[in-house]
């Protein structure tokens, strides 16, 4: 009897294990496609990094000066500093970048995995004919059984005056990354006032109302 009661109790143990671990196993690997359209009308936006992180992960505050790595993404739309930068740190889980630019009125598809704590995410990528505007969404909660669609707004690094000029601005029709104009700038991130006509940009191509993205989070089956 009581080596019949042993075996039942490690049985049970065993199974309990295992179904823990599985479930372990299933939210570690849970994938979200999240897929990004260019509302614009005549805005590039440049490739696009998603990040899948914890709730204290925050890639921008509001009013406060923007991380060098992010204000490089927003004036020049460089990715690689700000992958390597969240990819050394504890709170993010994944990362994902497209290959290539989106166009006004078209969509890129990015696969990126969540679980555990880690079940936030957050996107942001340059507007390109702007001195340092980008888009973005911050610390987007995802569902364990459904999706959700958000809207993008457009943000200002505050890293670069907004001159307007085609001197410092990498999009078309003005083609010169790497260009700076830091004098004049505000020094924090905050919603962007949009395209002036002050420089070289015509308002009725560049400009636009926010949103500027709209970005759908959808688990893959």
């Keep these: 009897m009581k080596r019949l009661t042993l075996f039942v109790a490690l049985f049970l143990v065993l199974m309990v294990g295992i179904l823990t671990s599985g479930i372990a196993s299933a939210e570690q690997g849970r ?24 709730e204290e992960f925050h890639l921008f505050a509001l009013g406060s000066p923007a991380i060098p790595q992010l204000a490089t993404l927003a004036e020049d739309g460089v990715t ?3 992958l390597a930068y969240v990819a050394a740190l504890p709170t993010v889980l994944d990362t994902a970048v497209s290959s290539g630019p989106l166009m006004p009125g078209t969509s890129v598809t990015l696969e990126i995995t969540t679980g555990g704590r880690f079940r936030y995410i957050s996107a942001a990528s340059m507007l390109a004919s702007t001195n340092d505007a ?12 459904g999706g959700l669609v958000v809207d993008a707004e457009a ?27 830091p004098d004049g700038a505000e020094g924090y991130v905050h919603v962007h006032a949009g395209i002036h006509g002050i420089g070289d940009l015509n308002p009725a191509l560049f400009d636009w109302r ?12």
């Design 31 to 54: 994938r979200y496609a999240v897929t990004i359209t260019n509302i614009t009308r005549g805005q590039v936006i440049t490739p696009p990094v998603v990040i899948s992180h914890d």
């Design 80 to 82: 690689a500093p700000l």
């Design 134 to 145: 980008f888009f973005a969404i911050r610390n987007v909660r995802v569902d364990k059984e």
């Design 155 to 181: 943000y200002d690094a505050g890293s670069e005056a907004n001159t307007e000029s085609c001197a410092e601005i990498p999009g078309p029709p003005c083609g010169n990354a790497g260009v700076r104009h």
């Design 210 to 221: 926010n949103p500027v993205a709209e970005i759908s989070i959808q688990p893959v089956r």
